[in-house]
C-alpha cells in the first residue's frame, strides 16, 4: 500500500502567493525524495528532488524541505502563478527499493 | 537525449475485452521500465517494474500483465477487461532515482 500522503487534498492560492504542499512519509528507510507536477490530461513531471542527508534544496521558485524526525516533506512554490495549477505529487524511495512509491496527489487552484 | 513514448493516448473498450499499451524508451540503455495507474482523483499506484528483459515484477494482483520482449519496450496487457480497469496508465523508466514519465494512456472500460 501507499506510504506516502499529503495533508490536503486541495490547495487554493491567490495569484503572487506562496503556495505551501505538504506531504507526510511512514518509512523511515526512505532516503530518497521527489515532487512532481502533473498537469490534466499528462504524465507527471520532475519538479525538485532531496536526498535524506540534505534538509533545504531550492530550485527556480521552488524550495523543497525535509523533516526526517517527524517525517514530513513539504514543497514551497513563492510567487505563484495560474500556470501553477496542476496536482503535485510527492514520492519516496528507499536504497533497497526499485520503484517511487507515490502519494495522492494536492491539486493546486491558482486564482488571478 | 532520452525520450519515451506511450501509445495509444486513448483508448475506449467494452468488458471482456483484450487490452494492450505499448510503451518505449529511446536514448538509453538497460533502464528499469514501469508501468503505474492513476484512477480518476487517486494517487499513482504502482503495477509493474521490469529491471530488465523478461523480468517483470508485479506490486498488485490483479487481471493485468506486463512482458518486456526488448530492451526498451514495455508492454501491458490484459486478456478480459474489467470494468475497474479504467483509469489514467503511465509508463514510466528511471535513471538512478528519478523516474521519467510517458504522456499517458487514457482507458475507458464500458
Known amino acids: 500500500g501507499e506510504s506516502v500522503g499529503l495533508h490536503l487534498p486541495t490547495l487554493s492560492v491567490q495569484e503572487g502567493d506562496n503556495s505551501i504542499i505538504n506531504c507526510a512519509y511512514s518509512?523511515?528507510?526512505?532516503?530518497?525524495f521527489i515532487w512532481y507536477k502533473q498537469e490534466s490530461g499528462k504524465g507527471p513531471q520532475f519538479i525538485i528532488d532531496?536526498?535524506?542527508?540534505?534538509d533545504k534544496r531550492q530550485g527556480q521558485r521552488v524550495t523543497v524541505l525535509l523533516n526526517k524526525t517527524v517525517k514530513h516533506l513539504s514543497l514551497q512554490i513563492a510567487a505563484t502563478q495560474p500556470g501553477d495549477s496542476a496536482v503535485y505529487f510527492c514520492?519516496?524511495?528507499?536504497?533497497?527499493?526499485?520503484?517511487?512509491?507515490f502519494g495522492k496527489g494536492t491539486t493546486l487552484s491558482v486564482s488571478s | 537525449s532520452q525520450t519515451i513514448h506511450q501509445w495509444p493516448a486513448t483508448l475506449v473498450q467494452p468488458v471482456g475485452s483484450p487490452l494492450s499499451l505499448e510503451c518505449t524508451v529511446e536514448?538509453?540503455?538497460?533502464?528499469?521500465l514501469y508501468w503505474y495507474r492513476q484512477a480518476a482523483g487517486r494517487g499513482l499506484q504502482l503495477l509493474f517494474y521490469?529491471?530488465?528483459?523478461?523480468?517483470i515484477s508485479s506490486e498488485v494482483p490483479q487481471n493485468l500483465s506486463a512482458s518486456r520482449p526488448q530492451d526498451r519496450q514495455f508492454i501491458l496487457s490484459s486478456k478480459k477487461l474489467l470494468l475497474s480497469d479504467s483509469g489514467f496508465y503511465l509508463c514510466?523508466?528511471?535513471?538512478?532515482?528519478?523516474?521519467?514519465f510517458g504522456e499517458g494512456s487514457r482507458l475507458t472500460v464500458l
Open positions: 514510466a523508466w528511471s535513471s538512478p532515482g528519478e523516474l521519467f
Open positions: 518509512n523511515s528507510a526512505s532516503d530518497y
Open positions: 532531496i536526498r535524506s542527508n540534505m
Open positions: 514520492a519516496e524511495k528507499t536504497q533497497a527499493g526499485t520503484a517511487l512509491i
Open positions: 536514448g538509453t540503455s538497460n533502464p528499469n
Open positions: 521490469s529491471v530488465g528483459i523478461g523480468q
